[in-house]
C-alpha cells in the first residue's frame, strides 16, 4: 500500500541549530511553508502543539487557504478542551479544508509543561483521560442521536452534533507514547500510533507490544516512525554535515543544557544513545544526545539512496506512515522532494509489486 510522507509545519522558521526568525506567528511563513510541502509530495505535514505556542487550529486553517492537496496532522492535548468541543472544532476544520484533516492526540509527557496550561494530573491519569477523551470524541463525530456519557473525567447529557467530518466515518486518529500506559490508553482507541526513530528490532518489538494492546479491542493501527534526514552527495559528505549540526547543537547546550526529560520517549531515546552512536545501517543517535532528545530526534544519514533504503526498512515491518523533518527546515523539505521521497516512493512500489 502507498507509504504516506508526513512533514512538519510551523509558524516560525526554526530549529535545534536555526535561530527563530521574525515573528512567532507569521503568516506569510505559514504559507510558504505548506507550499513548500505541498510541491515537494509530501501527503500531510503534523501542525505541533507548545504550550506557549500559537493556536494550531489556525496555522492549519491558514496553511489549507494556500494549498489544494496537502493534509493536516493537528497535535492536540486532551483535557484542556472538553472532548465535544474539540469535536466539533476538528469536524469544521475538516469541512473547511475539504477533507484534509487528522488529530495526532498527544497527552503530554512533562509536569511542568502542562502546568503552564493548568494541568496537575500525574501521567498515568493523563493517558486515562485521553483514553476517555477519544472515546467522546468519536461519539461526537459518528452517533446520529442524542448521547450520554458518565466517566472519571466527563459527565455529558444530551449530545448531539450537527456537524460531521468530510471523511467518514470521521477523521483520522494518530496518537504515540513511549509508556506502558501510552500503549494502554491508546492501542485500543488510534488509527496510527506514531513512534520515534528507533533500532528496527526495538521497533519491531514495539509494534508487537501495540498489537498486543489493540487486540482485545478488535483493532489493529497502523504506523508511522519520525525521523531526522541528513543527506549528503556522497556518505562522506552526509556524515560531515550530521557532525557539524551535533556540533551546533552541543554548542548551544554549553550555555544552557537541556534538561534531563521525564518522558517514556525521550528517555528511550537517550537510552539508546548510550548504547551506540549508529544503528543499523545509518540511524544516528548523536543528535538525541546533544538536544536532551525533547522530541523527534534521531536521524538517518547518508545520500538519498542509503536514506531512502534506511527508511523503506521500517516500511518493511508493517510502518505506513513516515515522518521526516530536516534541521534547516525549508532547504531540508524542498531536497526531500527533489531527492529523498521520489526514492522512497519508488521503493515501496517495489515491494508492492
Known sequence: MPVEMIGWIAPQVSSEIVRPQGPVFDPAVIAE?????????????????????PDGFLVG??????????????????????????ARKMATLDQLTGGRLAVHLISGGNDEDQARDGDFADHAARYRRTSEYV????????????????GEFYRIRSQRS????????HIPVYGGGGSDEAIAALAPHVDIFMLWGEPLA??????????????????????????????GATTAEA??????????????????PPPDPTNRGSQ?????AERAEVFDTCLYTAPASASGAPGNSTAL???????AEALVAYYDLGVRALLIRGYDPLPDAVAYGEELIPRVRRLVAQRDN
Not at 505548506?34 to 505535514?45: G, K
Not at 461526537?140 to 458518565?150: G, I, L, N, V, Y
Request: net charge neutral.
Open 33 to 53: 511553508t505548506a507550499r513548500i510541502h505541498e510541491e515537494a509530495d509530501f501527503d500531510r505535514v503534523l501542525i505541533g502543539y507548545f504550550s506557549n505556542a
Open 202 to 231: 526495538e521497533t519491531a518489538a514495539f509494534m508487537q507490544r501495540v498489537r498486543a494492546a489493540a487486540a482485545p479491542a478488535g483493532r489493529r493501527p497502523e504506523f508511522s516512525v519520525s525521523t531526522r534526514p541528513i543527506l
Open 61 to 86: 486553517a491558514h496553511a489549507a487557504a494556500h494549498t489544494s492537496r496537502l493534509a493536516f496532522l493537528l497535535a492536540h492535548r486532551p483535557g484542556f478542551v472538553a472532548p465535544t468541543v474539540a
Open 301 to 307: 544519514v547518508g545520500t538519498p539512496d542509503e536514506v
Open 135 to 150: 472515546e467522546v470524541m468519536r461519539r461526537t463525530w459518528t452517533e446520529r442521536s442524542a448521547f450520554d456519557h458518565d
Open 268 to 272: 528511550r531515546l537517550l537510552a539508546l
Open 162 to 169: 450537527i456537524i460531521r467530518c468530510v471523511q467518514e466515518p
Open 239 to 256: 556524515w560531515e554535515r550530521a557532525h557539524d549540526i551535533v556540533d551546533r547543537i552541543n554548542a548551544t547546550h554549553d550555555r544552557r
